[in-house]
């Protein structure tokens, strides 16, 4: 389920560093208490604007939130927003037609989600995709629900007025939080005219597709253990150009969670120690790389991913475990997911694309690369046989190969990769999840 994050700024390029909050949390509310007032820190936030925002003090925001350094906040950090002291009180009055901010609700022992959905005027649907809940909505005692900045109680908080983005933006979205290495960030942008767009993360260009009203971009969160996105926070500038005008930057640091991955010990057969040569592998990848560095504005797929085989074993190695070949350092890592399954087991395109790459390759074995487009890449790897031919178009479920055990192999599996522009992310993200 996905949760995004709306963002407004009050001006310009703002950058962020992160606050340590007390790690015990929310304090549980007493049955028919009033529920505190949540605000969720947005790209351009400052805690002085914050609190000039609500009427209170960067003082007592930072007490309340057991906030370190009131000067350091991040994208996506919730904060309590006090009850504002008779010194600062300027509160904008709750009548005003600005947006409701987020709250949040401890569930009572007798409480259902869909009397929360009545009593907030909100429904059961918005709240399960606000709070990731699954699909039957359970909720337990004590649970702490975010109660929806659009749902209409009379129990409703400060109301939280809009800062206006820099022209020419008008609206910014970095989903699909929270964001972890291996995961995809999408970001989607409307602007009150045409423009050029381009977003740097990470060392990463982020180029943007138009789509509809609005821009989307995706860029992969590499979990590569020597080069990939260390957990913390990294700075997301988003760069908008017109004809005959500056650029126009907003900024925003975006916090990216660890994956915690496991580590696996891989023996070779002494007929494929050979496939571990750097020059080898460096080779093999630099023309891969000529093919999924490609934007391609057009998007070939829609709603989520299939698994590529109907039936398999088990995942005999998830995505981003940490490898160490013969002995060797854990210096490398799982570029996709593994599936043990027979060799000959029929594999099938998980969403449409065309075919780019179907050819046999040293260490990946009989591979096949679709381009799904907006820079999105999938690969199947160790194949036995192809039943797909370059610049095919495929459709969600054509058969692409047969699996089996070529390349860089220990046993009959089929490697299922995904990658936006060449970064590697999780596949088994896009079976959940619906991008854009």
């Not at 509160?91 to 959905?117: C, K, W």
Request: proline share 7%; hydrophobic share 40%; aromatic share 8%.
């Amino acid at each position: 389920m996905r949760r995004r994050l709306s963002i407004f700024v009050l001006c310009g390029l703002v950058a962020f560093s992160i606050g340590l909050l007390h790690p015990g949390g929310w304090q549980p509310a007493a049955a028919q208490e009033t529920v505190e007032t949540i605000y969720v820190v947005q790209a351009g936030d400052t805690l002085a604007s914050i609190a000039l925002r609500y009427g209170v003090t960067t003082v007592e925001i930072a007490t309340a939130n057991r906030v370190i350094n009131p000067n350091l906040i991040y994208v996506g950090l919730k904060l309590i927003i006090p009850a504002p002291s008779v010194a600062s009180a300027t509160v904008t009055s709750a009548s005003d037609p600005a947006s409701v901010v987020n709250r949040l609700h401890t569930v009572q022992a007798d409480e259902t989600l869909f009397g929360l959905a009545l009593q907030y005027g909100t429904t059961t649907r918005l709240l399960i995709e606000t709070n990731q809940l699954d699909r039957t909505g359970f909720i337990v005692a004590g649970q702490e629900l975010i109660i929806p900045a659009d749902a209409r109680s009379n129990r409703a908080g400060v109301a939280q007025p809009t800062t206006p983005l820099p022209a020419p933006f008008t609206h910014i979205e970095i989903g699909q939080l929270p964001l972890y290495q291996g995961s995809v960030m999408e970001v989607t942008v409307r602007t009150s005219q045409p423009v050029s767009l381009t977003a740097q993360f990470g060392g990463w260009s982020m180029p943007f597709a138009q789509d509809g009203d609005h821009y989307i971009g995706l860029v992969g969160v590499g979990a590569h253990p020597v080069s990939g996105v260390a957990p913390g926070l990294h700075n997301l500038v988003i760069t908008a150009t017109q004809e005959h005008a500056s650029p126009t930057r907003v900024a925003a640091n975006v916090e990216i969670r660890p994956g915690h991955y496991n580590s696996e010990y891989i023996r070779l057969s002494a007929d494929r120690q050979q496939l571990l040569d750097p020059a080898l592998v460096a080779a093999e990848r630099e023309k891969l790389n000529a093919t999924w560095s490609v934007f391609n504005p057009q998007r070939y797929w829609s709603g989520p991913f299939r698994v590529p085989v109907d039936q398999f074993i088990r995942i005999s190695s998830p995505f981003g475990t940490r490898r160490s070949y013969d002995g060797g350092p854990f210096s490398s890592y799982h570029e996709g997911t593994d599936f043990a399954i027979p060799g000959g087991t029929p594999v099938y395109a998980p969403a449409d694309g065309v075919v780019m790459v179907a050819e046999p390759l040293a260490v990946r074995g009989n591979a096949v690369v679709l381009d799904h487009g907006w820079g999105l890449y999938s690969g199947y790897w160790h194949l036995s046989e192809f039943k797909v031919t370059p610049g095919q178009v495929v459709k969600q479920g054509d058969l692409l190969a047969l699996s089996g055990n070529t390349g860089l192999s220990t046993g009959a599996h089929l490697h299922w990769d995904m990658r936006v522009l060449g970064v590697n992310v999780d596949p088994m993200q896009f079976t959940r999840q619906v991008f854009p």
